[in-house]
């Protein structure tokens, strides 16, 4: 939801999955703060095969509303890049890394929790948002480096129900059911919570949102 899938040593399309929160805003038209950083070269960005810096690539694949996305889910304090990779992709940890602090500009928001709580009974998981908490967090400017900043969707441009009932969607997608190689529970999203129910567990709809 939040995460990527990120396989270096995979040589097809199905060993790298963006995170659905970054597919689902930028649908949107909606950027996202990894690219961003990459683009502003606050963060390194580096090619596979040769560790150059290719933040004029992500400069050229920049779309014009970019927004701090990641926080619609929680914040932290920083962001943290590896600074080169080998040739076959994978993280090379003697080279480095770059940490890029976050602060919120005006100094009111120190870390954020996620909006959505998950709750486990039995065999089957919950998903259950707090819109309340959600909508603290948007319009909200962040600063990252030399004074450069960055603001999180306002209300307009994400609603915490609609995006678990596309996510529930994509975990149900038969293209999702095929690159997880095996059958997922289904998800269902009732307008208040989404329920995962493994078959065979407890009878119920589960904990209340």
Avoid at 103 to 118: M, Y
Wanted: hydrophobic share 30%; aromatic share 12%.
């Amino acid at each position: 939801m939040k995460t990527g899938y990120n396989d270096p040593k995979s040589t097809t399309p199905d060993g790298y999955q963006r995170s659905f929160l970054y597919q689902y805003m930028h649908k949107k038209g909606i950027g996202n703060e990894k690219a961003w950083l990459k683009s502003e070269r606050i963060a390194p960005a580096v090619n596979r095969a040769n560790n150059e810096h290719r933040g004029e690539h992500y400069a050229a694949m920049r779309p014009p509303n970019f927004k701090y996305v990641r926080a619609l889910l929680g914040t932290g304090d920083r962001l943290r890049y590896i600074n080169a990779l080998y040739q076959d992709g994978t993280p090379n940890w003697s080279a480095g890394s770059t940490n890029i602090e976050i602060r919120h500009k005006e100094d009111e928001i120190k870390r954020f929790p996620s909006p959505i709580l998950f709750k486990t009974a039995g065999s089957s998981t919950f998903f259950l948002p707090d819109e309340s908490l959600s909508k603290e967090i948007m319009g909200k400017t962040f600063q990252f480096k030399e004074g450069k900043t960055l603001p999180t969707p306002t209300e307009k441009e994400f609603n915490l129900g609609e995006f678990l009932a596309a996510f529930a969607d994509h975990i149900n997608s038969d293209a999702m059911q095929t690159w997880l190689g095996k059958p997922h529970p289904p998800m269902r999203f009732n307008g208040k919570k989404i329920s995962c129910i493994n078959k065979g567990s407890q009878k119920g709809d589960g904990p209340n949102a």
